[in-house]
């Protein structure tokens, strides 16, 4: 039986021709489709100047290195989230602080980084779970108070917007991914919307050896870089992407927009209803407290039904890493919808039915389960 994965990436056969054209053009890494589709992400992001590497991981890791965060400075950031968020937090040396998160919009919530703030704090990770923007007024008001770095963990918010505006066009930094599970790929890639030229020259440096050209044609080293530079076939991908992305965030929100009525009456608290800012990166539902302990068992019979669902994501502070070297205060809300939540399949490429498909089984599993269904 074929099951209904919970997304899947749209790849056109314009695109499997553009990377075709690279493989045969002799010219496979860095090079002109890596510096079009900077182009490209820095013309929607305002103009902003936009740098390719391979990894959201390394976008997240290099921007705290451009903001000179290293040890012995704190970075308040959620639990919520894919532990790239906070694993690039120790890999400069620098300690996460954890803040919960509001659980209506699972996202971190912003009234408590005043009492998270102390003498070492330098930053604020926030993450645009399942592609719902952050509050940005809230978040940068925050910041302009503490002298705070902002880093945006915009990962999953491709496209999504706030006042009007794109994410990645306004405020500090921002960091993509083009994962294939993101709403749009380069295979395996990221980028980092930076504030200016000198920014982006020192990005270059640590995707790349740490290394600058000399006008003789050799190059001076004078910072340890890493290797993190993006191919011109993983660029041709996503060019073939970036084209598609309002019309992949148009059909994801349409989607969504499916499964309120046909969840309403499952005994599940649903995501924010908001077809404005949001890219929907996710559908992720909440299942009752009752049935936390079910969880692995709903997502066997979906499962069984023909459906994948996903968990994003366990808690990061209750990882083994993470038990030994992050603060953490009481994090009740993230611990409760960490426990619960499911990722429903959507994906732009999905049928209409699809979703009535899902919402069907999904109420036979809960009744199955013993749920009060109505
Ligand atoms: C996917 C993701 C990342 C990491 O992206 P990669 O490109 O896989 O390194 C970071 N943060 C969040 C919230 C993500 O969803």
Not at 116 to 142: C, E, K, M, N, Q
Not at 283 to 309: D, K, N, T
Request: net charge negative; hydrophobic share 45%.
């Amino acid at each position: 039986m074929d099951i209904l994965p919970f997304t899947r990436p749209a790849i056109d056969e314009e695109t499997i021709a553009a990377v075709a054209d690279v493989l045969r053009s002799g010219w496979l890494t860095t090079g002109p489709k890596c510096r079009e589709l900077e182009a490209a992400l820095s013309q929607r992001a305002g103009g902003r100047p936009v740098r390719l590497v391979s990894s959201a991981t390394a976008a997240l890791e290099f921007a705290l290195r451009i903001a000179d965060i290293g040890p012995g400075d704190e970075v308040i950031t959620t639990s919520l989230s894919w532990v790239a968020t906070s694993n690039v937090i120790l890999a400069v040396g620098a300690t996460p602080v954890f803040i919960d998160i509001d659980p209506a919009t699972r996202l971190i919530d912003l009234t408590l980084v005043d009492a998270a703030v102390s003498a070492r704090t330098r930053a604020i990770i926030p993450v645009d779970l399942a592609g719902f923007p952050v509050d940005r007024d809230a978040l940068y008001a925050l910041a302009a108070k503490h002298k705070l770095r902002v880093i945006e963990d915009a990962a999953q918010s491709q496209g999504s917007l706030w006042n009007g505006r794109e994410l990645g066009s306004f405020g500090d930094l921002t960091a993509l991914s083009f994962h294939p599970n993101k709403n749009m790929t380069t295979g395996e890639g990221g980028c980092l919307v930076m504030n200016s030229e000198e920014e982006a020259s020192r990005f270059e440096k640590l995707r790349l050896q740490g290394v600058s050209r000399l006008p003789d044609g050799t190059y001076d080293c004078d910072v340890l870089g890493g290797k993190a530079n993006l191919t011109d076939i993983a660029a041709a991908i996503g060019l073939g992407q970036i084209k598609r992305l309002d019309a992949f965030n148009a059909r994801r929100r349409e989607l969504a927009r499916l499964y309120f009525p046909l969840l309403a009456g499952l005994p599940l608290d649903l995501p924010p209803a908001d077809f404005v800012n949001s890219n929907w990166h996710m559908f992720q539902v909440l299942l009752p407290p009752s049935l936390a302990g079910q969880r692995a068992e709903v997502i066997r019979l979906m499962r069984e039904a023909g459906f994948a669902l996903g968990i994003h994501y366990p808690a990061i502070h209750l990882t083994t890493l993470y038990r030994q070297q992050a603060l953490v205060a009481a994090l009740p809300h993230t611990e409760s919808v960490a426990s619960r939540i499911l990722t429903l399949p959507l994906f732009p490429a999905m049928a209409d039915a699809d979703v009535g498909r899902v919402a069907s089984a999904l109420r036979q599993v809960l009744r199955d389960l013993g749920a009060e269904v109505a």
